[in-house]
Each structure stands twice: as C-alpha cells, then as structure tokens.
C-alpha cells in the first residue's frame, strides 16, 4: 500500500481494486498494463516474486551479489537484490544481462528430461487458495508428464526459519534499522508510512546475539539444503493467495499485517536461504486472478535457474 501517491491497482480486476503486491508495485502494474515491456524492482522479502504472482508477469528474484546495488536505495544489506520483471524468461535474461554489464550469457534451454524437482511439504503448502492449490498441482502433473522427475517430501529447514526469525526477528528489519534508525525515530517520521515504520523498528530490539544466531543459521541451513536436494530444483506456490482486495488492507492495520505475513511467507524463505528464484505465472482463479509457480536453486546458481526456467516456462503456459 502507498499511502502518499496511491496504491496501484492490479490490471486483473477493473472493477474492484486490488493488491499489485509489493514493494515493486508500480513496476508489476507498468508490466502488467502494457506501459512497459519490462521493469526492474529489488526483491528483499518477495519484493519482485510477490508482485510478479499476483500480475500475472515472470519474476527473476537473483542471488546475493550477481546484480550490482549500486544507485539502489537500501533497506537491507544482506538480503537486498535486484531482479526483473517482464512477461518472460527470455526478456528476464536479456534485463539481466543489461543490469550485469554482461555482453554474453551461459543460459541456454535445458532438456526437462534432466531436471529433478523437489516439493517441500513444509510450510509452503499450508493455507493455500483452492486454486493457487490446483493450479500447483496441475503443473506438477504436467512437467511430470513432460520427462520431469519430481520428489516430495519435509523440509525440516523451512519450520526453523521460521521459529527462529519469531524468536531472534528478522535480520532484514535490524539492518533497516541501522540504516534508517535516525528517521524513523526523527522528527519527520510522521511522513513515513506507519506500517513502514512499524517493520523497521521490528530491529531495534535485536540483540548481537540474535543476529549471531540468524546468521549461523543462514550458513548452516543453505549447507543442509544442498546437502538434502543435490541438484534439484525446489518447486512451490510463490504465494499462498490471489491478489486482496485493497480496501480491507487500508481499513485495518491488522487485516494488511495478516496478509502481508502471508503473501511474504513462501517468497521469504529464499531470502533467508540466498536462493534465486523464478515467479511463473500457472492459471487464474475463478475470478480470473493469476496464480504463480516458483522454481529456485541453490544460491548461485542463477543461469541454470534460468536455462530450465525456458523450458519449464513453455509447459507450464501451455
């Protein structure tokens, strides 16, 4: 939600205004319009897959490092990166490559015979919209059915994350309170958005032994994942939901937490974990909402990300 210019209201639906996702929103909705070809947002919770998914638009949410920050304004240090949104993997590459200063690529389509997928069955199947639900499940069937091979099962890893960023916070909002602690406990801080407000002193509490605790954790859990999938691709909603309704968000601090937490709760996980990911668009809902796919790899591993994202993109659009 934007309280200072307005909130953009996601193409999809022009009769009742809802959520464009954030925090890239006007750069989803530009996308989504047809005012661009493509766009550019940082993604530190979700902020590219989450706008992505609820557009109907491809998402690239990159590793730590592989986009240079430069001119970016910062929220987080650690989590903060750069990634495009277009209405392909292809044009996602191509964007890449220009904010990489990159002449040349090493993606190439892959053959779906040599992929293997994994599905956690840890909290990101939990609570999901009945069509975000089917929708998952339907592309599940057809990539299997395309030669994909596709394992199922806990990630125990995904539950501790989530029980230590409820005991220790989240290491993105005690960086944003380093970063912007003099306006947020300045004298303009009335201009600031007060949900804005309320996430970044979320880190103000924080101790030197919780940021000790969530940054071993970040080291030792991205060293089990790859332990437990190898080579795999991990497979998931990229949000529980379709896109809110926004005026029950801006009449209820409560009800725009609730669903904030939970558009966040899936995309959040590859922060933590330093995942790329990939946002495909799968379906609509009955109300002709988009539903989203999300494919990631271990961190680094961008290009093959990629490279399978060009031929997972063709059967999953049918």
Do not use: W
Request: proline residues 7%.
């Amino acid at each position: 939600l934007n309280p200072h210019f307005g909130t953009p209201h996601n193409p999809f639906d022009p009769d009742t205004p809802r959520a464009p996702g954030g925090s890239s929103a006007g750069s989803a909705v530009a996308v989504a319009s047809g005012l661009a070809p493509c766009a550019i947002g940082t993604d530190t919770g979700g902020s590219v897959r989450i706008p992505s998914a609820f557009n109907g638009l491809t998402g690239h949410k990159s590793s730590e490092g592989r986009i240079p920050k430069g001119g970016v304004f910062p929220l987080s240090e650690t989590l903060d990166t750069v990634g495009p949104l277009a209405r392909s993997v292809e044009d996602c590459i191509l964007l890449d490559m220009v904010m990489r200063g990159a002449a040349t690529t090493t993606v190439r389509r892959l053959p779906l015979s040599g992929l293997s997928l994994f599905v956690p069955e840890t909290v990101v199947l939990t609570d999901l919209d009945s069509a975000v639900a089917a929708n998952f499940e339907a592309t599940l069937s057809r990539l299997e059915q395309a030669g994909v091979k596709i394992a199922r099962g806990p990630l125990d890893i995904f539950a501790e994350i989530v029980r230590i960023t409820a005991e220790h916070g989240s290491l993105g909002a005690a960086e944003a309170y380093h970063v912007h602690r003099s306006l947020v406990e300045g004298p303009d801080v009335g201009r600031i958005d007060r949900r804005v407000v309320a996430r970044i002193m979320g880190g103000k509490p924080m101790s030197a032994l919780d940021l000790v605790i969530i940054e071993h954790a970040r080291r030792e859990f991205a060293a089990r994942l790859a332990e437990k999938i190898g080579d795999a691709l991990i497979a998931m909603p990229t949000v529980p939901m379709t896109a809110p309704k926004i005026a029950p968000l801006e009449a209820d601090d409560a009800v725009f937490g609730m669903n904030n937490l939970k558009a966040l709760r899936n995309t959040m996980l590859g922060n933590f974990l330093n995942l790329p990911g990939l946002a495909l668009p799968n379906g609509t809902d009955e109300h002709g909402l988009p539903t989203s796919f999300l494919l990631c790899a271990l961190g680094g591993d961008d290009d093959r990300l990629l490279s399978y994202g060009l031929s997972v993109e063709k059967v999953v659009r049918g």
